[in-house]
């Protein structure tokens, strides 16, 4: 991720503050999911492509951010839906340090980059409805001393977003 992408996730946070994030509804009600009470909001972006972002706070650093967004953008067709899917994981790609992990489910892109000069794991799940490219976007420390824990509850909270958004 840019050194202007974390800029802009930092000004969200101080400007808008953080927020509790809950119960959510995107793209006019036609997208919801809920997220754990302790998950923050840090950016929300309306109109099209409509995004939100939350931080899962790491107990044991103040250095890293691990965050889940969920980003929505109308497109019109399965051929629209796979260009803006094909678009993302060549973003993905560019990333410094980009490496794909085995092991994810078909409908699950798994990879590594570095962010700041740390290793993060990336979970990325794609879904066409509705009119609508619904991207999850899942990443956290590849290393934390939060634990398996702190990890396992992380994926957990991006495996129940996953489950409504299909």
Request: proline share 3%; with cysteine; glycine share 10%.
């Amino acid at each position: 991720m840019s050194f202007f992408r974390n800029l802009a996730l930092a000004g969200a946070l101080v400007f808008a503050g953080a927020t509790h994030a809950g119960d959510i509804s995107m793209a006019g009600g036609s997208v919801t999911f809920s997220t754990p009470d302790q998950w923050n909001v840090i950016m929300e972006t309306e109109g099209d492509p409509e995004a939100r972002v939350f931080q899962v706070t790491d107990p044991t650093s103040n250095n890293t951010l691990a965050r889940v967004s969920v980003t929505v953008k109308q497109v019109g067709n399965a051929e629209e839906f796979q260009q803006y899917v094909a678009g993302a994981m060549g973003k993905a790609k560019a990333l410094t340090g980009y490496q794909a992990a085995s092991g994810g489910a078909p409908d699950n892109f798994v990879y590594t980059a570095q962010e700041n000069g740390a290793q993060y794991s990336y979970s990325e799940r794609y879904w066409f409805k509705g009119g609508h490219a619904i991207q999850l976007r899942c990443l956290r420390p590849a290393q934390s001393s939060a634990g398996a824990s702190w990890r396992t509850a992380f994926d957990k909270g991006c495996d129940a977003i996953a489950a409504r958004l299909k």
